[in-house]
């Protein structure tokens, strides 16, 4: 059965070359800073509350129209998920229109409709206007809430939940906000199945009818219209929105941990750990700290070149990345955060790095030139986002809705560039609390624990409390007992017994599989072909096109597709020629040693180490292999990878996995294996 996958993305780089001669003896002078000329959007108020704001801009012939409803935060409680649902089905049909025919007017007009419970856009050719925005009134104000519908979303919304359950990643998406505000926040809570299935048809048009309302709502409309001509379209269509207020939650007070901590999530079948630190901030847009505040931040974390990125991934090795945000926040307490993904085996190393990083920023004062650099790069950026007219529209809403001074953006390049070394470490030891610091971490406890309970920070244990995957407390995860009597020959024999015994495994001349997964890249058809000769074949197709093939034949192994084509050699050719096997376990009955036991998902597993670089994990319960982890070297940097098995299908008197899942870079792909064929599909010209 193949056990390792490969994910193929062809990268395209396009050189320029300058024609121009320069005098490259000379440093280039810096030009004046340019002026951001923001402009005054042409504004009116309808009666129901509705603020619009347009800006004309003639050099195309499109318009773009934008919603926010600015609703103050929503707790969902035991129905949560119901602002998910409701967003959902919203744009599928109207009450007066089916979904099939609105969706036709839409494409007939070469537009672009979306709507949900915190507004919504359209686009289109100036020439469409009023038509678009008559559908996009529509299908905002008259949504058509069916139970066809919410049972298809809610089905969708479990899937999606059940999928991210024993993934880290998703995982940590869910407890971090989770343990920072609690679930009785709205920016805490989370949706669960049976939250979802509380959920009624007449709790989504309830939502809709108290959320989805005009009173502190804006309209942006930018493009070539006129401000006159827009406030016509715009009282007829969205004039009979009924004014009304959104009901505004009772917010708990929270606070940051008394002392730093540890606080860990036991992902078992994590090859990865998904490392952040968080403390509470209360900082505003309006405050005299916001712009020390931003350069502090992209210092520390913000850009490719900050201090953590740095030290993380390119002194360590530990990462591809880290980075850290510093919110503003306008309802509620937002965070300051820095996050990353490390290897398992350097999770306690990485956690004291990020500190020793923190504690640079809060005691030393940054160089003059990583201080001018920061402020040209963030201004940098700044600076192109304003040519987009757009922007302007935006940028007026932010003023009104966080209570900013009329000249807070044609004043920001100054404010920027006022910024001191000495108000970079002085908003530093504000915001980012080093001593009050929530380090969230969610990985694999039996690979990371151990040196975690070892760490010293500014010569201090850390105190570690435990969590589920839903946030509760929970006691430390304790290990798996190896039964006394368990050996490599135990388990492996177990294994080939479990599929099928001993007499099936050896009536297999030949396997052919064929499985589809969903991916960035589009559809993914994989298709694999053994023979009990060491025949072996892999490839991987996006879009009808081969991305990746591998053959191995008479001791001989190639790759071809998208990146060229190339013999193996090596251990790549040892690594092909062991997935020719067709069942490494029957063939090599004593392979490996018996590393250990542990938890994959909610399973106990015996942990084979294969070889060097491979591990196996077979269910002490079923004795079928749940997964296979390879440790490989990336760009210098070590990484594993995980691939798990699921679903066995007997074929033929052998049990075959027909759900093979791997997480690439984030990204789970899972391949649904919809074809099995033993003993045919299969012949030698495969192999060529």
Do not use: C
Request: aromatic residues 8%; negative net charge; glycine residues 8%.
């Amino acid at each position: 059965m193949k056990k390792q996958l490969i994910y193929v993305m062809a990268l395209f780089l396009v050189g320029m070359t300058a024609t121009a001669q320069i005098d490259r003896s000379k440093v280039p002078t810096s030009g004046p800073t340019p002026e951001i000329n923001l402009g005054e959007p042409y504004t009116f108020e309808l009666k129901n509350g509705l603020q619009v704001l347009v800006v004309e801009d003639k050099k195309l012939p499109t318009i773009v129209m934008s919603l926010d409803l600015n609703n103050p935060p929503i707790f969902e409680g035991d129905k949560a998920g119901v602002q998910s649902l409701a967003g959902s089905i919203m744009g599928k049909g109207t009450t007066k229109t089916p979904k099939e025919k609105f969706n036709e007017q839409v494409d007939y007009l070469g537009a672009r409709i979306n709507v949900g419970t915190g507004g919504g856009f359209a686009t289109t050719l100036s020439k469409y206007t009023e038509e678009v925005m008559a559908l996009f009134a529509e299908a905002a104000l008259n949504p058509n809430f069916t139970q066809e519908e919410l049972d298809t979303e809610k089905s969708q919304l479990i899937e999606g939940i059940k999928s991210g359950e024993n993934s880290a990643a998703a995982v940590a998406g869910r407890v971090r906000s989770a343990l920072v505000y609690g679930t009785d926040h709205p920016a805490g809570e989370f949706a669960t199945e049976e939250t979802i299935n509380n959920v009624t048809v007449a709790d989504v048009k309830e939502f809709y009818n108290s959320y989805f309302v005009p009173s502190k709502a804006y309209l942006l409309i930018s493009g070539d219209i006129d401000g006159k001509d827009a406030k016509k379209l715009v009282k007829k269509y969205f004039g009979d929105w009924k004014a009304k207020d959104a009901p505004k939650p009772n917010l708990p007070e929270v606070n940051d941990v008394a002392m730093t901590q540890i606080n860990f999530v036991d992902v078992p079948n994590a090859v990865q750990t998904e490392l952040a630190v968080y403390n509470l901030s209360e900082l505003k847009m309006n405050d005299e700290d916001y712009h020390a505040a931003l350069i502090a931040n992209y210092i520390f974390g913000g850009g490719f070149g900050s201090y953590l990125n740095m030290n993380l991934r390119e002194e360590n090795g530990y990462t591809y990345g880290a980075g850290s945000g510093l919110g503003a926040g306008r309802n509620y307490k937002s965070t300051f955060r820095a996050t990353s993904k490390v290897r398992n085996e350097v999770t306690d190393s990485a956690v004291v790095e990020t500190m020793k990083e923190l504690n640079r920023i809060r005691t030393e004062y940054v160089s003059d030139e990583d201080l001018s650099n920061a402020k040209a790069k963030f201004l940098g950026n700044f600076i192109m986002q304003s040519e987009d007219k757009s922007v302007v529209a935006d940028r007026a809403i932010t003023i009104r809705t966080n209570d900013l001074d009329e000249d807070f953006y044609k004043d920001f390049i100054k404010n920027i560039n006022a910024v001191t070394k000495e108000d970079v470490k002085r908003v530093a030891n504000k915001y980012m609390k080093r001593d009050n610091m929530r380090i969230v971490l969610v990985g694999k406890a039996s690979d990371v624990l151990e040196n975690l309970e070892k760490m010293k920070i500014d010569g201090k244990n850390v105190p570690i409390k435990y969590y589920d995957k839903y946030a509760n407390p929970v006691e430390k995860p304790s290990g798996v007992d190896i039964p006394a009597d368990a050996t490599v020959n135990t388990v492996l024999a177990d294994y080939v017994k479990a599929i099928g015994g001993r007499d099936a495994v050896t009536d297999v001349k030949s396997i052919a599989l064929i499985g589809t997964a969903s991916s960035p890249m589009g559809e993914l058809l994989l298709n694999i072909k053994k023979t009990s000769k060491g025949q072996y074949s892999q490839t991987v197709s996006v879009g009808g096109n081969v991305a990746m093939k591998q053959v191995y034949n008479n001791g001989k192994g190639k790759m071809s597709g998208m990146q060229g084509n190339m013999e193996l050699e090596g251990d790549q050719l040892e690594a092909v020629a062991q997935e020719a096997v067709l069942f490494p376990e029957f063939t090599y009955p004593d392979q490996g040693s018996l590393a250990g036991a542990e938890m994959m998902d909610d399973k106990k597993v015996y942990v084979i180490q294969w070889t060097d670089t491979k591990k196996r994990f077979y269910d002490m319960s079923s004795n079928l292999l749940l997964g296979e982890e390879v440790t490989a070297t990336s760009q210098g940097q070590e990484f594993k990878q995980l691939t798990r098995f699921e679903d066995y299908k007997e074929v033929k008197g052998v049990k075959f996995p027909t759900a093979i899942i791997q997480n690439l870079g984030g990204q789970e792909i899972r391949f649904n294996i919809n074809t099995i064929k033993v003993n045919e599909g299969v012949v030698d010209s495969d192999f060529e």
